[in-house]
């Protein structure tokens, strides 16, 4: 079915001055904290408000939230503070109806993602156009996956890299194979086109540089908070005893000398015990929706250097110098696990 048929748009959000609280919680605060937000600041706003939920720094104290209203200039108070949110690229569906059954409406927006092989981010936005504290039957929610964009990001690092030229050669037939209504399969064969034409043009330096900058944002919050640890201890293994706080994230690495050791988990863990075979282990064990199902159709190894920048960027922001890793095994080489080497930089 067609975005239109089922009622999602796609679209780019601009640039937005807003207020904004930021809290611990869940979806269910929301409106409260709306409504807590706008007592303090409601002579200052016209526009609906807008909440930001990260998962990619969640806890047991519950998801990451900004509560936001958009304005025309900046405000600092006491109890608020105003940033922009940044413009974004995002897939929308609209909800009518009972706050609780929120959930359920976005689902249907997350199969779609999931089933084209669109690649959302750790961000979600509801924009309140309607909201009633006493009659929540009456609202009128937008829901909005902020999209990745991994094809931009690649378009963007092969001329950074290679020129524009390549970037063009390489690139060719995207708006055919690679578009937000593309069928997996399209997308697939895409990649498999783009990683065969990488192959023979650029070195492994070269397509290193590309694929790792095109990997899934690691949390700003969660570097800023590492990187903090090292500038106070300069020890490294105190920012891998921090780490070990959160295997789910940081999935138990091992430092031996100027070089960290890494093996991912499983993305579906429960899946992964429950298969009772190789392929489907693989598929539960793979963390990339593009190429999960096709880990057996001779996908060059190049692409796990998308998934070496996952590392890459959050040892960078800690350190604040180059880090190189390097793939020691992975599922589309044909081993049934995937392991990184992190080289540090030398330190004087």
């Known amino acids: 079915m067609s975005l239109q048929e089922l009622g999602i748009s796609h679209k780019k959000i601009r640039k937005q001055l807003v207020v904004y609280i930021n809290f611990r919680g869940e979806i269910k605060d929301i409106p409260s904290k709306i409504d807590e937000l706008y007592q303090k600041c409601k002579n200052y706003v016209s526009e609906p408000a807008i909440a930001v939920i990260d998962y990619g720094v969640y806890s047991e104290s519950g998801q990451d939230i900004d509560v936001c209203f958009p304005i025309s200039k900046p405000l600092e108070k006491k109890d608020f503070k105003s940033k922009h949110l940044e413009e974004v690229e995002v897939l929308s569906i609209d909800h009518y109806g009972p706050y609780a059954k929120l959930g359920k409406r976005a689902q249907e927006l997350f199969n779609y993602l999931h089933t084209y092989g669109v690649l959302g981010t750790s961000w979600i936005r509801l924009v309140f156009h309607k909201l009633s504290l006493k009659n929540k039957i009456k609202d009128e929610i937008e829901i909005q996956a902020i999209l990745h964009g991994w094809d931009n990001r690649l378009a963007k690092n092969i001329n950074r890299v290679l020129g524009e030229d390549i970037r063009k050669e390489v690139m060719k037939d995207r708006e055919k194979l690679f578009t937000i209504e593309s069928t997996l399969d399209d997308k697939f064969q895409w990649i498999n086109i783009v990683l065969t034409k990488l192959d023979k043009i650029a070195n492994n330096d070269q397509k290193y540089d590309i694929l790792s900058c095109c990997a899934h944002e690691f949390s700003q919050k969660r570097i800023g908070k590492l990187k903090l640890i090292y500038e106070k201890t300069g020890d490294i293994d105190?920012?891998?005893?921090?780490?070990?706080?959160?295997?789910?994230?940081?999935?138990?690495?091992?430092?031996?000398?100027?070089?960290?050791?890494?093996?991912?988990?499983?993305?579906?863990?429960?899946?992964?015990?429950?298969?009772s075979n190789l392929g489907d282990k693989k598929r539960n064990y793979c963390h990339c929706p593009l190429v999960k199902h096709y880990l057996n159709e001779n996908i060059s190894p190049t692409f796990c250097n998308c998934s070496a920048?996952?590392?890459?960027?959050?040892?960078?922001?800690?350190?604040?110098?180059?880090?190189?890793?390097?793939?020691?095994?992975?599922?589309?080489?044909?081993?049934?696990?995937?392991?990184?080497?992190?080289?540090?930089?030398q330190f004087d």
């Open 238 to 275: 105190e920012v891998i005893r921090e780490m070990d706080n959160d295997f789910a994230w940081y999935e138990g690495q091992k430092k031996e000398g100027n070089t960290i050791f890494i093996q991912k988990v499983p993305y579906n863990q429960e899946g992964y015990n429950k298969a």
């Open 309 to 345: 920048g996952w590392y890459r960027q959050y040892w960078e922001g800690i350190l604040g110098k180059p880090v190189r890793i390097n793939i020691l095994k992975s599922l589309v080489k044909g081993d049934d696990v995937c392991q990184f080497k992190i080289i540090l930089p």
